[in-house]
């Protein structure tokens, strides 16, 4: 029996990046093996064993081979027999199929060292195309390692049109089209994974929405990059700068301007009213993907009331308590925050703007906090009952608001 380092946890290292979770490949050993050095068992599909200290993944080297159509069809073997070649084989990219041995030696069939030395993402075999959830990783890689100067091959890139072709994407069920676009935006370049998707074809059949986007101009003197697709991948990648590891702000960033696709071809380059016109895209890619609650409740806030936070000094005090209102923030103030990380990055996702101050975010930050400090009990000492205290308080929150312009 041999035990190896294999996956993220080897590519993390040469890269220098910080290590997450350590996987390892058992070969030459049954499931009974394991089992019997303490080993416990939580693999379903196919033997995957917990160390009995660590608590760390071991999976026995397996094989697999296509059964059926998307990503569940697939009939596995996992005996004494499959080498760690033959299990590396089966993965996805050649800069995760570099294993370690345990002096610390690299075994790397497929040349995954070279391409991280060439920063390149490239696939390991041909049966690559067999799973279509490769398509969403390899996106996913790409907007992980793009600041690293990364790019697709260009034949990898051959098979993920492929599979978009062949009908393979359209077996992707929306929990895991979710699940990879979530950790997506969480990474440091988003734009990138939007950027494979779209050269690949699958970002039209994935996310339509988005999608259209692109081509939709805009007008230059506010949105020097024109396009409005372009628009939002620079706002995708503001957000990850301004709020790293934050798929919510993300989500916020990727469908703020959707209605901006819906504009009459007669009122281009303007889009008057698009704050609107994109919420009933944004619900329908929200309910498809099966988003949470919460993403898809921001992300329409965001939609909506964008225009109104960027011109929130010029607001009426009672227009800012209802924008405040709206939010919820006076009892959740981590609402505003995110949405205001949303708003700016909004701002800041234009040609010649990326480091543009946003003075709406103080203002708004401080008629939170000047209406969040009124409280109903002056109000029942006056002798106020029922809906008059209610009323009395969002008065009196309208002019703490309207206090701060004095």
Not at 49 to 60: D, I, K, R, V
Not at 169 to 181: G, K, M
Request: glycine letters at 6%; aromatic letters at 6%.
């Amino acid at each position: 029996m041999r035990i190896y380092l294999v996956g993220g946890a080897v590519r993390d290292k040469l890269l220098g990046r910080p290590e997450g979770d350590r996987d390892y490949v058992v070969t030459g050993a049954r499931p009974e093996d394991l089992l019997a050095l303490g080993y416990k068992p939580v693999g379903k599909d196919f033997p995957v064993f917990l160390h009995p200290q660590t608590g760390e993944e071991h999976a026995l080297a397996r094989t697999e081979r296509k059964s059926g159509r998307g990503y569940h069809g697939f009939v596995f073997q996992a005996d004494p027999a499959v080498t760690l070649e033959d299990d590396l084989a089966r993965r996805d990219l050649t800069i995760n199929a570099i294993a370690q041995d345990e002096h610390g030696a690299l075994i790397d069939p497929y040349g995954g060292v070279r391409d991280l030395e060439a920063r390149v993402l490239r696939h390991v075999a041909p049966a690559f195309v067999e799973d279509p959830v490769r398509l969403l990783r390899v996106a996913r890689f790409a907007a992980r390692f793009a600041p690293l100067g990364f790019t697709v091959a260009e034949e990898t890139m051959a098979l993920l049109r492929q599979m978009v072709a062949d009908g393979e994407v359209d077996h992707l069920v929306p929990e895991r089209v979710w699940a990879e676009t979530r950790k997506a935006l969480a990474e440091a370049q988003p734009s990138a994974f939007l950027r494979v998707l779209r050269a690949a074809g699958a970002l039209r059949v994935l996310f339509p929405e988005v999608d259209a986007l692109y081509g939709v101009p805009q007008r230059a003197e506010f949105h020097p990059e024109i396009d409005t697709g372009a628009h939002m991948e620079l706002v995708l990648d503001a957000a990850a700068a301004l709020a790293p590891g934050d798929d919510l702000v993300g989500f916020c960033a990727l469908t703020h301007d959707l209605g901006k696709a819906l504009t009459p071809a007669d009122e281009l380059p303007r889009h008057v009213m698009h704050e609107q016109r994109g919420v009933a895209p944004l619900r329908q890619l929200a309910a498809r993907l099966k988003v949470p609650t919460e993403h898809a409740a921001l992300a329409e806030l965001v939609c909506r009331e964008h225009l109104n936070a960027h011109r929130a000094l010029e607001l009426k005090p009672a227009t800012v308590l209802k924008l405040l209102a709206a939010l919820d923030a006076l009892r959740r103030p981590e609402r505003l925050e995110t949405f205001l990380a949303a708003c700016l990055a909004d701002k800041r996702g234009r040609l010649g703007h990326e480091c543009d101050d946003y003075p709406p975010a103080a203002y708004l930050r401080q008629a939170r906090a000047a209406a969040a400090a009124v409280t109903a009990a002056p109000f029942v000492a006056q002798g106020l009952a029922g809906p008059a205290i209610g009323a009395a308080m969002e008065r009196a929150r309208v002019a703490a608001i309207a206090d701060l312009r004095k």
